[in-house]
């Protein structure tokens, strides 16, 4: 079946410092790659997403960037606060597996820890 | 608005016992479907519906059964708990299509002894 990999599993910063969180994705169909942050006891909300067909989006200290050729995408925070700290999820839009297209597959998780 | 409402947060079951988690938005959402969060796992559907009427399985959907009578509800019922449906579970629903901008509900943390 399809998958996305995460990595890495746990990371630990600085405050101030930057996250670079990547993930993989199998199928060449995928067109749409959300992030999803979860924090501790809550649900998990969007905070960035890119189709395919653009390589970078920038939302103030977050960035997302593709590489469609290679099939892998980055979640990039900068300058990172003590709020950040959550598990961030990636997730890449199912393109061509039978009944279940269209539908989103997620990475397993970064547990992101800033450190003031 | 509330977004999406899930109930209960939180069940407890003995093996064998049969339940409803119940999921409603007031958002005028076609999609909606269902995820189950277990650790170091990520998330992972069950099942979905694309609108009142349709439902269709997910990764997942041993276990679990869906029905989506209006546009506003989607409940998830299991027929017959099992440990292995020990889970935190998320109800979530979207206005542009399946993967589009997910809005999730509050989730059910459940636990079949």
Redesign the interface.
């Known amino acids: 079946g399809e998958n996305v990999e995460q990595h890495p599993s746990t990371l630990s910063v600085q405050e101030g410092d930057s996250a670079v969180i990547k993930c993989t994705y199998s199928d060449s169909a995928s067109n749409y790659f959300p992030w999803y942050k979860q924090e501790l006891g809550k649900r998990p909300q969007l905070i960035i997403d890119i189709r395919s067909n653009v390589g970078e989006k920038k939302d103030q200290r977050i960035a997302v960037t593709l590489n469609k050729t290679a099939k892998h995408f980055s979640l990039h925070i900068t300058e990172t606060q003590p709020e950040d700290s959550a598990v961030y999820f990636c997730a890449a839009s199912i393109g061509n597996y039978g009944g279940s297209q269209g539908n989103l597959i997620f990475g397993k998780g970064t547990k992101l820890s800033v450190k003031p | 608005n509330a977004g999406v409402t899930q109930t209960p947060k939180f069940q407890v079951l003995k093996t064998g016992q049969s339940m409803t988690l119940q999921c409603a938005q007031d958002m005028n959402h076609e999609y909606m479907?269902w995820y189950r969060q277990d650790p170091?796992?990520?998330?992972?559907?069950i099942h979905?519906s694309v609108g009142a009427g349709i439902t269709?399985?997910?990764?997942v959907p041993n276990g679990y059964n869906v029905s989506r009578s209006t546009t506003e509800d989607f409940p998830l019922r299991l027929l017959s708990a099992a440990p292995s449906q020990t889970s935190v579970y998320?109800c979530a629903s979207s206005s542009g299509?399946?993967?589009?901008?997910?809005f999730?509900?509050?989730?059910t943390q459940l636990s079949v002894l």
Do not use: A, I, V
């Not at chain 2, 170091?40 to 559907?45: C, E, K, P």
């Not at chain 2, 999730?104 to 989730?107: E, L, V």
């Open positions: 479907s170091g796992m990520g998330l992972r559907l979905y269709d399985q997910g990764e998320f299509g399946l993967s589009e901008k997910l999730f509900g509050s989730g």
